[in-house]
């Protein structure tokens, strides 16, 4: 059954076109991620279907009867309730229904006669009945858990919404939406201020969801596990798929790979006819003419291709840590390094010894210290007990997610020739137009940038430096998925060292190799990616003794064998792994090769399944290479272990 249809949506600010003749529907218990470049009109889009905006021309239909919520990004609570009463706004018919039935049995307490107290009593017994089956004597226990799942556990829930933070009460808010439980569930960048644990929580809650959803976020995961269909924002049109963001980043580029060689074949045929037409009226005979104009008149019948728009423009960005042979293979050196905030302890006597080339993500529930830890590492906060010491003449480069290191009444331009005052203008605006400020946006102040824009501008002050270690504290957020890629490419390009602090875990397992878990009981150092490091934890066998390093290794080069030889064990798994999949990989390319030799013979004249064949080939050809050279690698890998 179709719940909600859009046609021909039109939305306009001024001249700026926004969104331009949107169509598309959904059916009960679809669930849609919402996907496209920041600015592209997807919050705009979600603003006219639940009615907060109104479109300039089209129509949003809904079933009848539906209940629809929706939730913006950084919606927030600003109210004197404590936390858990703001939660009872979701159930307000039960709330209602729970008054009447303390006040009935108040009355009934009370000396009547036979006929009001039979009259009550029939009241309050078909009350109680609705609100047994509607989930009255659950739905307290539904509160408290929700709230448990999203951080607030039960002696916070007493605390007064007003006291917490922006992202607290984003959280607040979510919670409450959720509880509702509407026909039609709309939310906005929903993981903002979430912890991993927390987004996972929220992954599996709407992977189980039975209505329909309609989600805007970046997220790549979280996209693939809750959603089923994705509708693409681009160049103000929208355009829907039939699956899951990563089979949406698939399909269209093998979408536009089509469109682009049929418009091209089509031109080279209209340029031919065209050329066929020209020859023939130099001829100018009877028959000659005739000729010209039946191919003429082919061409007009043409439904003529649009030649494909240009993707949105994306920013270019690399890092580099120079040339310059360091001292040692050992970056940094920490030992026993503790933080509190008066009683409120983060974290306490972490240590570990960071290499070059490594990249370590720190890892843990929001309020652990993370971004704690990186700021004393930058020396901006002290540590109150412990030590840490860098190599010699190491340079660092600071992400610091809050942007305080932008001055807000800087132009764009003077806030990057600040920064580099012996490089020109020129040199300035090139690596700025990188960073898609161009022309007059160069002259922007830093203080009306979106979160977004002084992201930008904070990664071009660090892109014409020379950084041997990259400091960064949830770089990807205000990032769109496009920019994301970017970033993860120009650190995969990177010959520095890297600490980040991240929660969007599909760039933890593209970048890590190494992750650092923050605890309130401890830590546990894990040298390996994401996946093998999720897939340890979860597999049982880790104890409170491997968080720690214990104290029999612990004295003086002790401590240091041992954290190299958990490092060398993780390499092994690591090549073993590498080693198995790229044999999968290349048995499965060979396979398909001898298939394509077969279909090649039987294609004989169709040049177009020939060229199609003969394209695949390549492809294949060159993830040969690639796998080779993997299974290279890890076979060095395993000997270099024995």
């Given amino acids: 059954m179709i719940v909600l249809n859009l046609s021909d949506v039109c939305v306009s600010f001024g001249t700026d076109v926004v969104l331009n003749k949107v169509t598309f529907g959904l059916n009960s218990g679809d669930r849609l991620g919402i996907v496209g470049v920041n600015g592209a009109g997807k919050s705009v889009l979600m603003k006219v279907i639940s009615g907060f905006l109104r479109a300039d021309s089209g129509s949003v239909n809904f079933s009848k009867d539906l209940n629809v919520a929706y939730l913006e990004q950084n919606a927030g609570f600003e109210s004197e309730k404590a936390i858990f009463d703001e939660m009872l706004g979701a159930f307000p018919a039960l709330v209602r229904d729970e008054a009447r039935l303390e006040e009935l049995q108040g009355e009934m307490s009370l000396e009547l006669n036979e006929k009001e107290h039979l009259r009550l009593a029939g009241e309050y017994t078909r009350l109680e009945e609705k609100f047994r089956s509607n989930g009255g004597y659950e739905y307290k226990s539904r509160i408290r858990s929700m709230l448990c799942a999203l951080g607030f556990d039960e002696e916070r829930q007493g605390m007064p919404s007003k006291t917490l933070s922006g992202g607290q009460k984003t959280r607040l808010a979510l919670a409450r939406t959720l509880l509702s439980e509407p026909d039609i569930l709309m939310l906005d960048e929903p993981t903002n ?340 490091f999720c897939e340890y934890k979860n597999s049982g066998r880790m104890t409170k003794s491997e968080q720690e390093i214990p104290e029999a290794v612990a004295e003086k080069g002790g401590k240091t064998d041992y954290i190299r030889g958990k490092q060398e064990k993780s390499r092994r798994r690591k090549a073993e792994k590498q080693l198995a999949e790229s044999e999968k990989g290349i048995a499965e390319c060979e396979a398909r090769l001898a298939e394509i030799d077969t279909e090649m013979e039987k294609a004989g004249a169709d040049y177009v399944k020939t060229a199609e064949l003969y394209e695949e080939q390549n492809k294949l050809h060159a993830r040969l290479d690639e796998l080779y050279l993997a299974w290279d690698e890890a076979s060095a890998m395993l000997e270099e272990a024995e």
């Fill in 193 to 532: 201020h979430l912890d991993i644990p927390s987004v996972e929580w929220l992954e599996n809650y709407l992977a189980g969801y039975k209505k329909t959803l309609l989600v805007i976020s970046h997220d790549r995961y979280f996209l693939d596990k809750v959603t089923t269909k994705t509708l693409e924002i681009e160049n103000n049109e929208a355009k829907l798929y039939g699956v899951p963001y990563s089979g949406f980043v698939k399909q269209k580029q093998k979408d536009r790979e089509i469109d682009e060689r049929h418009y091209k074949n089509q031109r080279r045929e209209i340029e031919r006819m065209e050329a066929f037409i020209e020859n023939q009226r130099k001829w100018n005979r009877e028959r000659n003419i005739i000729a010209a104009e039946s191919r003429m008149k082919a061409i007009e019948r043409m439904d003529k291709l649009e030649k494909p728009k240009n993707l949105p423009e994306s920013i270019s960005m690399s890092f580099s840590a120079g040339s310059r042979e360091l001292l040692s293979d050992n970056i940094l050196e920490a030992s026993e390094l503790s933080k509190a905030y008066g009683e409120k302890q983060l974290f306490s006597n972490v240590s570990f010894i960071l290499h070059s080339k490594e990249r370590m993500f720190l890892f843990g529930e929001n309020g652990v210290g993370k971004s704690t830890l990186l700021k004393i590492l930058c020396g901006k906060l002290p540590q109150d007990s412990g030590a840490f010491e860098y190599i010699s003449k190491i340079k660092i480069g600071y992400y610091d997610q809050e942007h305080q290191g932008l001055n807000p009444n800087n132009t764009v331009l003077d806030e990057l020739w600040n920064e580099y005052p012996d490089k020109k203008q020129a040199e300035i605006r090139g690596a700025l137009a990188r960073f898609l400020f161009k022309a007059e946006d160069v002259f922007k102040e830093v203080s009306v940038l979106s979160g977004g824009e002084k992201a930008r501008l904070t990664f071009a002050k660090m892109m014409l430096d020379e950084l041997n270690l990259l400091i960064l504290d949830e770089p990807t957020n205000h990032l769109d998925a496009a920019t994301r890629e970017v970033l993860e490419e120009a650190i995969l390009g990177y010959n520095g060292t890297v600490i980040a602090v991240s929660h969007d875990r599909y760039f933890i397992k593209k970048l890590a190799t190494r992750i650092l878990e923050l605890r309130t009981d401890g830590y546990f150092d894990y040298k390996g990616g994401y996946e093998d």
